[in-house]
Each structure stands twice: as C-alpha cells, then as structure tokens.
C-alpha cells in the first residue's frame, strides 16, 4: 500500500470512446503527475500539478485532458485516443516540487490502457 | 537526447548473491538527485534509494546501495544478498534543477530486468 491508488486497474475502449484514468493520494501531498509507461521505453511525464495547478504539459496531444480537482485527486480524461496510445499510466506524488532534494516520488499501480 | 543509460536489458543473479546494475547519466548541472526504483510485475514503481549530487558518501538503504562515481557520471546500483522477491523492473532516475522542460519530475532509464533464480 503506496497511498496513491489508481483506478480502473485495466480498461479497454474503442478509439471513438471516452473514458477516465482515476488518482487518489492519502499522503497529504501538494504535487501529483502521470507518467506514461509504454514498452521498451522510458517512463515519459506527461503532466505535473502543484497545489491543483498544472506547472507541466510535456507536448502531450489534447486527446489527453488532465484534471485535478483538489491535491488528492487527478484525473486523466481520454477521447478518440489511438493505438499507440495503449501503454501503463502512472501516477505519481510528492510532497512538493521544485527542490531536487524532495524527489521521492510514490507511485500507484497503474492503469493499464488498451485502445482497440 | 537520453538523459539516463541503462545498458543491460536483462540480468541474471542467483539468489544471497550480489548484483551490480548500471547506470549512467547526462548532466550539466551541478545540483541533481539520482534515485533507482523498482517495479515487480503488479506495475507499482517502489522507491528504493536516493543520491544526491553532493553527497560524498554513497547511498544505502538496506540491502541495497548506491555506487555514485560523480566523475564518471555513473550510479549503479548494488543489490546484496538477493532474493527470489527481488526479480522485478529497476529503473534509474534523475532529477535535475535546471532541466526547464521537466524540472518538476524524473527522467527515467528504459530499465533492467532482473531475475533472480534459486
């Protein structure tokens, strides 16, 4: 148990389908990410929010819409996603951003996504 | 270009032996934070230790530790005694303060699969 829980665990969807990648953290951190894991590659950070405001949004397509309605939750929206776009999304806290030092992230189990 | 190297896709170790992965890094600057995580097959990356560029002593954090030979811009990281529970993903990372792009984040190697036999 990391306190950062992912859901759905595995999801599924047509590339005209809509659908949402869910984030909880109960370690009372002011930072959230989501990272994507697709094989063979290194983990790729797509968004990062401090204390709810998105900081980052590292080139990743509008197909993928972030959401993050207080410091614990985030929310990944996906519409008319592709293929390639099948891959693990992490999520990840910490206690703040900014300070190198202050670099441990913790992660959720992922969301492993599989567009058809 | 690849911030972090990790050469070895795979490796081999047989369990209460030691196991050495290696990773390599790409820096200009002089404040950064090199950290290894581990992720078994559930997909839960697990952090497992922490070297900060000014550190002069390596990292360690039970049975494993932390190589950091700042010169040669390596961290490899030092399992002892390894278990069956270890065979898992590693992954090295980096944090970099001046990185504008990701300055918020970690960078990540593509990984080394380990698997430990008995």
């Known amino acids: 148990e990391t306190g950062v829980t992912q859901t759905p665990r595995h999801l599924v969807m047509g590339m005209t389908n809509k659908k949402s990648l869910k984030c909880e953290q109960h370690?009372?951190?002011?930072?959230m990410y989501w990272y994507k894991q697709s094989a063979k590659k290194p983990l790729e950070l797509m968004f990062v929010?401090?204390?709810?405001?998105?900081?980052e949004n590292n080139s990743v397509p509008s197909r993928f819409s972030p959401e993050c309605p207080n410091s614990s939750h985030l929310f990944l929206h996906l519409h008319t996603l592709q293929p390639e776009d099948s891959a693990l999304y992490l999520c990840?806290?910490?206690?703040?951003?900014?300070?190198?030092?202050?670099?441990?992230?913790?992660f959720g189990e992922g969301s492993r996504l599989t567009v058809l | 270009a690849q911030k972090i190297t990790q050469t070895q896709p795979g490796m081999f170790v047989q369990e209460k032996e030691a196991v050495t992965l290696d990773c390599t890094y790409d820096?200009?600057?002089?404040?950064?934070?090199l950290f290894w995580y581990k992720q078994p097959s559930s997909g839960e990356m697990i952090f497992l230790i922490y070297?900060?560029?000014?550190?002069?002593q390596n990292a360690t954090e039970g049975r494993y530790s932390l190589n950091f030979q700042k010169a040669r811009k390596s961290a490899n990281l030092v399992i002892s005694a390894s278990q069956l529970g270890d065979s898992a993903m590693y992954f090295c990372?980096?944090?970099?303060?001046?990185?504008?792009?990701?300055?918020?984040?970690?960078?990540f190697g593509k990984g080394t699969s380990l698997l430990v036999t008995p």
């Open positions: 990840a806290s910490s206690q703040d951003i900014g300070t190198v030092a202050l670099g441990e992230l913790f």
């Open positions: 370690l009372g951190h002011n930072a």
């Open positions: 929010y401090s204390l709810e405001e998105r900081v």
């Open positions: 820096t200009s600057d002089q404040s950064y934070g």
């Open positions: 070297q900060g560029s000014y550190d002069e």
């Open positions: 990372a980096m944090r970099e303060r001046s990185n504008s792009n990701s300055g918020y984040a970690l960078n």
